[in-house]
């Protein structure tokens, strides 16, 4: 880190705060811009933090950088915010979110519809959503599932257990 850019993020002077870009940060951004594969959310990102650059002698506030890429000045101010905290790839990139991981995996869903094609338990006509998710539970595959769940899932597959 520079040390005009240290001075702009520690110093206490008022409450602006300026983001001086390099060169090579600048061609960074401008590549991310101009490249097919990032996102829309990132392009942008890179497209404030280009607009908010004083090192071109550019002086835009953040409702002209704002009204310029579309979007509300507090994103401006957090993506500014963001920069000068933890660089340029907290400006860009997300944290991961927190969460829990998804339960039922497509292996899960695979077998679910395997099962679901199969013939039915003797005594049964056609399968129903409880003995699918007995049967789940018998073969060990999940260690808990409800019939409604099972429901859900062979909805999103687009899977008929109807004539």
């Known amino acids: ?7 702009l993020i520690y110093s206490n002077m008022g409450k ?15 590549e991310l811009i101009r490249a097919n594969e990032t996102s829309a959310r990132v392009q942008t990102r890179a497209r404030v933090l280009l607009l ?9 506030t953040l409702t002209q950088i704002g009204d310029g890429v579309i979007c509300s000045m507090t994103t401006v101010r957090n993506i500014k915010r963001n920069y000068l905290s933890g660089g340029l790839e907290a400006a860009l990139y997300e944290k991961p979110r927190p969460g829990a991981e998804p339960t039922f995996t497509g292996d899960i869903e695979a077998q ?15 399968w129903s959503l409880r003995l699918l998710a007995d049967r789940l539970i018998e073969l060990d595959v999940v260690e808990t599932i409800s019939h409604v769940t099972v ?3 062979l909805k999103k597959t ?5 004539e």
């Not at 687009?158 to 109807?162: A, D, E, T």
Request: glycine share 8%; proline share 4%; charged share 20%.
């Open 112 to 126: 679910l519809v395997m099962l679901a094609c199969s013939d039915p338990p003797t005594g049964h006509a056609r």
């Open 16 to 30: 602006h705060q300026y983001i001086f870009l390099d060169e090579e940060e600048r061609i960074l951004l401008t």
């Open 52 to 60: 908010s650059d004083r090192s071109q002698g550019q002086k835009r």
């Open 1 to 7: 880190m520079t040390y005009c850019l240290w001075w």
């Open 151 to 153: 429901g859900s899932l």
């Open 158 to 162: 687009n899977c008929n257990l109807g």
